[in-house]
C-alpha cells in the first residue's frame, strides 16, 4: 500500500472524512478531506505518517490504547475496538500509531492479515 493510499484510508475509514477532488482555490483544483462540520483539510495539509500531530489525531478516534518501545527499537501500539486489541509496529510513533489504525478499520486482529500477506509476497 502506497503511502498516499493509507493516508486515504485512515483519512476515510478511521478519521470519517470524505475525500474530495472538487474543491478549487482560484482555477486550480485540489484534492482535499471534506470532515463531517462542512470544513476541508487539503490533502497535502494532512499526513499522519510524517506529523505526530497528525497521527494523535488518529489515537483521540479510539477509547483505549497502548504504545511500548520494542527491543529492536522499533515502536509498538495497539487500539481497542470492540473489544479486540489491534497492533502494529513501526520506527516511528507515528508510523506504530498508523499501522494500527489500519489494522484496526481492517478488523484484523494483531496486524495478523498484515504480516501474512507480507510474507506471502516473499
Sequence with gaps: MTEQKIVETLATRVMGWELDNRYFIGATRHECFLLPDGNRILRQNWNPLQNIADAWALVEKFEHYRMQSCANGQ????????????????????????????????????????????????
Design 75 to 122: 515502536k509498538y501500539c495497539e487500539f481497542l475496538y470492540e473489544g479486540h486489541w489491534y497492533g502494529g509496529h513501526g520506527f516511528s510513533q507515528q508510523e506504530a500509531i498508523c499501522q494500527a489504525a489500519i489494522n484496526t478499520a481492517r478488523g484484523d486482529f494483531l496486524g495478523l492479515k498484515w504480516r501474512n500477506k507480507a510474507r506471502q509476497r516473499d
